[in-house]
C-alpha cells in the first residue's frame, strides 16, 4: 500500500494564507483530490484533479502539483474555514484508494 | 445540499456481524461507482472498499479484506456493506461516498458524502 504525508497542523490569522501540502510516490502519475471534514458533517470535496474546483467551493480555495507533493491553498482564510483537511489519491492502477493523515487548520 | 444517509450502525461483539446501508435521496446511484470511507476515533480517514457502477468490480482496503463485502441493489438505489468477524480496530464512524463524476467523465474523486453511521466493536 501507499501513503501520503501531510502536516498534522496548520495555524492562520484571518485573511492570511493557509497552505497545506501532502507528498507521496503515486503523486507523480496520479490525481490527489482533498477534503474538508469538519467534527459531525459530511466530507466535501474541495479540489478534484490537483487543481479543479467543484461547482460552490469558494474561490479562495486552489490546488497545485508539483512532482512528489500536492498543495492545498486557501488565500484569506475565514474562521468557517476551520476544519480538517485530507488529500487523497489512488495507486496506479486505480483499485486502491489511500488518505493522507490529515492536517488540522487552526484559524487564531 | 444532496448527501447520502447511511444507517446500520451500532453496538457489536467482537467476531459477530454487522451490515451497513447508504441510501441516496435524489441521486440515482446506478451511474457511479460508490465508497466506503471510515474514521476511527481521533484518527483520519480510511478507505475501506469500492464498487463500480454495474457493481462488477469491487476493491478492498488491506485492513477489511476477506471481511468486509460492498455490494449495490440499484433497483433500490441502496449501497451495502456486510461486516464480518469484526474486530476492536473496525471501531469507526462509516461514510458512504459517491464517486466524482462531471459530464459523464468520472475520476478517483468523491463527491457526495453521508454524515456517517457509528459501528463500535466491542464485548
Known amino acids: 500500500s501507499y501513503e501520503l504525508t501531510q502536516p498534522p497542523s496548520v495555524s492562520v490569522s484571518p485573511g492570511q494564507t493557509a497552505t497545506i501540502t501532502c507528498s507521496g510516490d503515486p503523486l507523480p502519475n496520479q490525481f490527489a483530490y482533498w477534503y474538508q471534514l469538519r467534527a459531525g458533517q459530511a466530507p466535501i470535496l474541495v479540489i478534484y484533479k490537483d487543481t479543479e474546483r467543484p461547482s460552490g467551493i469558494p474561490e479562495r480555495f486552489s490546488g497545485s502539483s508539483s512532482v512528489t507533493t500536492v498543495t492545498l491553498t486557501i488565500t484569506g482564510v475565514q474562521a468557517e474555514d476551520e476544519a480538517d483537511y485530507y488529500c487523497q489519491t489512488t495507486d496506479i492502477s486505480g483499485t486502491y484508494w489511500v488518505f493522507g493523515g490529515g492536517t488540522k487548520l487552526t484559524v487564531l | 445540499q444532496v448527501q447520502l444517509v447511511e444507517s446500520g450502525g451500532g453496538v457489536v461483539q467482537p467476531g459477530r456481524s454487522l451490515r451497513l446501508s447508504c441510501a441516496a435521496p435524489?441521486?440515482?446511484?446506478?451511474?457511479?461507482?460508490m465508497h466506503w470511507v471510515r474514521q476511527a476515533p481521533g484518527k483520519g480517514l480510511e478507505w475501506v472498499a469500492v464498487?463500480?457502477?454495474?457493481?462488477?468490480?469491487?476493491y478492498y482496503g488491506d485492513s477489511v479484506k476477506g471481511r468486509f463485502t460492498i455490494s449495490r441493489d440499484n433497483s433500490k438505489n441502496t449501497l451495502h456493506l456486510q461486516m464480518n468477524s469484526l474486530r476492536a480496530d473496525d471501531t469507526a464512524v462509516y461514510f458512504c461516498a459517491k464517486g466524482h463524476c462531471l459530464n459523464s467523465n468520472c475520476d478517483f474523486g468523491m463527491d457526495v458524502w453521508g454524515k456517517g453511521t457509528i459501528v463500535t466493536v466491542s464485548s
Open positions: 435524489g441521486i440515482i446511484l446506478r451511474n457511479y461507482g
Open positions: 464498487i463500480s457502477d454495474d457493481g462488477t468490480k469491487k
